[in-house]
């Protein structure tokens, strides 16, 4: 997830060295944000140093910023230029003179929220006089690590449930799980627990109707608190999405299909094999013996008809809800 480049940067930052021109990019937002914030923070707090000028992509003139950038600072050490959703920027290619010869007394940032393409050439030049980040999409196996060590960092306890539930009922939006778990900290003192009593209360998330009861319902084949979870989203369909729902059953299902395969009653082997923490083990487990190998593959199957279904792909009129009844059913009870 972090890798040596973002470090850099981030040191960059701690100790005011920088390089005239920095690519904050890729497809993880969390982390380009983050950086971004950092960079925008530091220069705010020292105007007397830094004069600080923020620009957004779709309103950029490359041309006025080639010239500021070549104006020597007035008021202060640096000029800087922080260009906000830098992947719309019309005409990136006209920044290459700057590129091959960029002003030391100014240092420009692009948050760039896309994947660069780096068969172009203005990339290869960038690649020269600039620090790159490419902040790369998180997997969904990756999630739960990174939660945890960000509650860990900020020395807050947790339990495990917890933070799956908040997961779960999010989903993988980095942006969204880190706002959610920042507004739990104002409602608890250091050192304390985040419970899942915790996150019930504070996160809008019903006890008993939510994505992770529901999983739990398809891992122990209990049809009817399955179809009564379904229901309540149907009256809130805020709460969830049908998308959501079928990712987590999907990884659920997949994961199974692994552990069928596995030849080990090893819990520490066979967690890293599934790619799981091994207080979630025995929940396989017990869905193993609840669905066979030929069980999981028709599962799976079911969940991709119910996928294409929810996307209008041979369903005219079916709801997202009565989709997932239908799924369920299938899944559970045939």
Do not use: W
Not at 186 to 195: G, H, T, Y
Not at 204 to 222: D, P, T, V
């Amino acid at each position: 997830m972090l890798d040596k480049t973002f470090n850099l940067v981030k040191n960059n930052i701690i100790n005011e060295k920088f390089s005239p021109l920095y690519l904050i990019s890729g497809e993880e937002n969390y982390f380009i944000d983050l950086l971004t914030s950092k960079f925008e923070k530091l220069f705010l707090s020292k105007k007397d140093k830094y004069e600080l000028i923020i620009f957004y992509g779709n309103e950029l003139n490359t041309g006025e910023l080639i010239n500021n950038c070549k104006i020597f600072p007035l008021f202060s050490e640096k000029k800087i230029f922080l260009i906000k959703e830098a992947q719309n920027i019309k005409n990136f290619d006209n920044l290459k003179s700057y590129f091959l010869n960029p002003n030391n007394n100014s240092i420009v940032i692009f948050s760039y929220k896309k994947k660069i393409d780096k068969r172009k050439k203005i990339f290869s030049i960038l690649n020269k006089n600039c620090v790159i980040y490419e902040s790369k999409k998180i997997y969904d196996n990756q999630v739960f690590d990174f939660v945890c060590k960000y509650v860990e960092d900020k020395k807050y306890k947790y339990e495990i449930t917890a933070i799956q539930i908040i997961i779960e009922n999010i989903g993988n939006n980095l942006i969204k799980i880190v706002n959610e778990i920042d507004k739990l900290f104002l409602n608890i003192n250091q050192f304390d627990m985040i419970s899942n009593d915790l996150v019930f209360q504070n996160i809008g998330i019903s006890r008993k109707y939510n994505n992770f009861e529901l999983q739990n319902a398809f891992i122990n084949k209990n049809f009817n608190k399955a179809l009564k979870i379904i229901e309540y989203f149907e009256l809130n369909p805020k709460e969830t999405h049908i998308n959501l729902i079928i990712s987590i059953l999907f990884n659920l299902f997949s994961k199974l299909l692994i552990y069928h395969d596995i030849n080990s009653n090893k819990d520490d082997f066979v967690s890293k094999k599934l790619k799981i923490n091994p207080y979630f083990l025995k929940d396989y487990i017990k869905a193993a013996n609840n669905y066979s190998k030929d069980k999981v593959i028709n599962s799976i199957s079911k969940l991709k008809i119910a996928d294409l279904m929810s996307k209008g792909i041979e369903n005219k009129s079916k709801s997202q809800f009565d989709i997932l009844k239908e799924m369920s059913y299938l899944i559970i009870c045939k």
